[in-house]
Nanobody, 124 residues
Framework: QVQLVESGGGLVQAGGSLRLSCAASGHTASRYGMGWFRQIPGKEREFVATISWAGGSTHYANTVKGRFTISRDNAKNTVYLQMNSLKPEDTAVYYC?????????????????WGQGTQVAVSS
């Protein structure tokens, strides 16, 4: 079992930055590929970014490429999502997820564990 707790969401103006954190607990949390997804009410959960278990491989959705950076610190069992140049369309609930696929994944069905989500709101 892996437990995930997100933090760092909030309200920010367009062009601003936020850093989300995801603290993982569990016996082998550091051996999981990790991902960030986001969801707006009434819409499907959307892939944002993923990172391999060792952190050497990352992949981003085209909508956030060049603005968001995913990273991880396995010593702290924590994954981060640095979000820069935020836009109003980035407003969503952001979820952290863990997958047994050590390379990570871009599809929600590939993930085994999910956090409770943290709200990000970007004002224009």
């Amino acid at each position: 079992q892996v437990q995930l707790v997100e933090s760092g969401g909030g309200l920010v103006q367009a062009g601003g930055s936020l850093r989300l954190s995801c603290a993982a607990s569990g016996h082998t949390a550091s051996r999981y590929g990790m991902g960030w997804f986001r969801q707006i009410p009434g819409k499907e959960r959307e892939f944002v970014a993923t990172i391999s278990w060792a952190g050497g491989s990352t992949h981003y959705a085209n909508t956030v490429k060049g603005r968001f950076t995913i990273s991880r610190d396995n010593a702290k069992n924590t994954v981060y999502l640095q979000m820069n140049s935020l836009k109003p369309e980035d407003t969503a609930v952001y979820y952290c997820a863990a997958t047994s696929r050590v390379g990570g994944g871009t599809m929600s069905y590939e993930y085994d564990y999910w956090g409770q989500g943290t709200q990000v709101a970007v004002s224009s």
